[in-house]
Nanobody, 120 residues
Framework: QVQLVESGGGLVQPGGSLRLSCAAS????????MSWYRQAPGKERELVAA????????NYADSMKGRFTISRDNRKNTVYLQMNSLKPGNTAVYYC?????????????WGQGTQVTVSS
């Protein structure tokens, strides 16, 4: 059974930091690219950051560059998102995504999300 379980969300003051974790099981984690997405109320889900299967390459949304860092530990089947200098505009539900294209088959898995609220 495929599972992606996010944790680490919560309430933080502006300028603070949070580290999100996403624990994966039920599939070959090291073969999948991993991403973090977010969805704010009334808005569409958008990409925050992505990392390749071996961790060798990362990509960030422009507004997150320099403040957020995505990383992964393939021994622990876990992907992380370190978020620094948080702003109220970062308030959203953050989702973990696993993605693999194998020939003509697309594998796309999602976690249930974790709430991040940035407020004083």
């Amino acid at each position: 059974q495929v599972q992606l379980v996010e944790s680490g969300g919560g309430l933080v003051q502006p300028g603070g930091s949070l580290r999100l974790s996403c624990a994966a099981s039920g599939f070959t984690f090291s073969s999948f690219a991993m991403s973090w997405y977010r969805q704010a109320p009334g808005k569409e889900r958008e990409l925050v950051a992505a990392i390749t299967s071996n961790g060798g390459s990362t990509n960030y949304a422009d507004s997150m560059k320099g403040r957020f860092t995505i990383s992964r530990d393939n021994r622990k089947n876990t992907v992380y998102l370190q978020m620094n200098s948080l702003k109220p505009g970062n308030t959203a539900v953050y989702y973990c995504n696993a993605h693999l294209i194998w020939g003509t088959v697309v594998y796309d898995y999602w976690g249930q999300g974790t709430q991040v609220t940035v407020s004083s």
